[in-house]
């Protein structure tokens, strides 16, 4: 084989791999003792020998590549002198080598391969700043439904009893038993999305993105604040129960006729990561950045996980929530094979219908919801308006079944009491909860016999669901239901249970909302989202003090 065919990047460091385990063979001894430009010769002398068919000419040009290679002064920016060579040494795996680099710059190995890492110096001016009483509020929100698509006329609608269940307009869905959804009829990403991505990414990004730069003008971060902000101390974590499920459906037809015809983007536009990663880029954000996807429960896990990267001290911004974009085919398809969607498709706005003996099961619905999360002290720098404050949460599993709640709510339950340990309120404190209650028979059922297994019979508690008018928007339903919690806090009115003309039996009417808002000075407030597989959050707000 020719030394040229051999000039290509990877095989300049497979053969300087073999010149450090030839050499680390016969001159151990000789490389820990004699000093760098010692062993550079010697490497070089080793190498002969284990090359020595290769054209004089071709050995040379291969070994000014190999010597031109120098990883770790990148990775490093070391104000040390060091040979390339030892570089390699220390990439691949060379013990003496990786010993000193461990010694003096403290540097992180996985299986033998040195992972980047900061300059010392970087690490020095970047340490983590103390994280006591780091508090964190809630200074913008952002959604998109379809009762509405900025937070206040969303809010405005959940008081007014507005429903946004209808009929399916997007696509034929005569052959389905369920012919009613949560459907966003007219959307607009004007101003928030791109021509050339909106006509790419699925609408659950599109949602995002909307949903996440509405939050950012809500809370007055502009071009010129944008400026000013340390943006390695931003993050978005946004998820999504299903993802990009319209692309990745489009893509396996495309796959029945040709794999040539399938769209080059459908693989990351399905991703659920997506969404939250184009966000970051589009505002330059390198902080914290993943989605998480836990079902029906994806929203809280996001905010709590975001809340809590603030308060160690990681960031000081925080974007995230939740969306999801399934009323489609496959989408409905696949909940009516669960039999779990309502079929009342003769009287849409009357299908979701949570605690009342008459519900059928749930309304699919679809949208986004992000708030900013802020750390209090930041906010205060820069006059923000604040909304709320997060006070903390809990998650739990069920263990018990794929889509049905355990019978005794124990991990409903068990959420509860430890979001609000976590959160250092007591039960006293809370006098609205904005339910998971979906309308189904046997989720409202044990979610209300655990709310009153922790909290008893309190006259104050006020307990109502959102989805009674909007549906259920699966992973996107935490964070629309935490706007309208943080909301209720603002406005001191929570919306009514619309629907709930002939409550269950095993419900106690008093704790319950009824038909119409309802005035309340929120103390504390708790947010609820459960997920197939037995995924449980609690998260909690209250006015900001």
Request: glycine fraction near 8%; charge should be neutral.
């Amino acid at each position: 084989m020719a030394v040229s065919s051999l000039s290509s990047p990877l095989c300049t460091w497979f053969l300087a791999a073999c010149m450090s385990i030839a050499c680390e063979k016969d001159h151990l001894l000789e490389l820990t003792q004699k000093s760098r430009h010692k062993k550079l010769i010697g490497s070089v002398h080793c190498s002969q020998n284990l090359l020595s068919s290769f054209q004089v000419s071709g050995m040379q040009s291969l070994m000014s590549s190999c010597l031109s290679l120098e990883p770790f002064e990148v990775l490093y920016n070391s104000n040390r002198s060091s040979s390339s060579l030892n570089s390699i040494f220390s990439l691949f795996g060379s013990k003496s080598s990786n010993r000193r680099q461990m010694q003096k710059r403290s540097a992180v190995h996985s299986g033998g391969v040195a992972v980047a890492v900061q300059p010392e110096k970087e690490i020095i001016l970047k340490k983590k700043p103390l994280t006591k009483n780091r508090r964190v509020v809630v200074t913008g929100m952002g959604v998109v439904t379809s009762i509405g698509q900025d937070a206040d006329t969303f809010y405005n609608n959940l008081l007014d009893g507005v429903s946004g269940i209808s009929e399916i307009e997007a696509f034929d869905c005569s052959q389905f038993p369920t012919k009613i959804a949560g459907e966003i009829k007219s959307f607009s990403a004007d101003g928030c999305v791109s021509p050339k991505l909106f006509k790419r990414a699925d609408k659950s990004v599109l949602y995002l993105l909307t949903a996440g730069k509405k939050a950012l003008a809500d809370a007055g971060i502009t071009e010129q604040v944008m400026d000013v902000l340390d943006k390695t101390r931003c993050g978005v974590i946004i998820g999504s129960a299903l993802g990009g499920m319209k692309i990745f459906n489009d893509a396996i037809e495309a796959l029945r006729v040709s794999y040539k015809k399938m769209n080059p983007f459908c693989v990351p536009f399905a991703t659920t990561n997506v969404g939250s990663a184009i966000l970051a880029m589009d505002l330059g954000w390198m902080g914290p950045n993943y989605s998480i996807s836990s079902a029906c429960a994806t929203s809280n896990f996001c905010i709590l996980n975001s809340a809590n990267h603030i308060i160690r001290g990681e960031t000081d911004l925080m974007l995230c929530g939740g969306s999801d974009a399934a009323i489609i085919p496959i989408g409905l398809g696949g909940f009516v094979a669960c039999r779990t969607l309502s079929q009342r498709n003769d009287d849409p706005t009357k299908a979701s219908r949570p605690w009342d003996t008459d519900r059928d099961g749930f309304v699919l619905g679809e949208g986004a919801g992000v708030l900013l999360l802020e750390e209090l002290e930041h906010a205060k720098r820069r006059g923000a308006k604040i909304y709320s404050e997060f006070l903390g949460g809990s998650f739990t599993c069920d263990a018990y079944h794929m889509t049905d709640p355990h019978p005794d709510g124990m991990g409903i339950a068990l959420c509860i009491e430890q979001a609000l340990v976590q959160s250092g309120v007591s039960k006293e404190n809370v006098n609205y909860i904005n339910a998971h209650a979906t309308s189904t028979l046997r989720g409202d059922l044990t979610e209300f016999q655990a709310i009153v297994r922790c909290f008893g019979q309190n006259p104050e508690l006020r307990v109502n669901s959102t989805k009674s008018m909007i549906g259920h928007l699966l992973g996107a339903s935490g964070a629309v239901e935490a706007v309208a919690t943080i909301k209720a806090i603002q406005t001191g009115w929570v919306h009514p249970n619309i629907n709930l003309e002939n409550p269950d039996e095993a419900v106690d009417r008093d704790l319950l909302v009824g038909t119409k808002k309802e005035s309340l000075d929120i103390k504390v407030a708790l947010s609820n989202s459960f997920g197939f597989g037995g995924h449980n959050s609690s998260i909690l707000f209250a006015p900001y003090k």
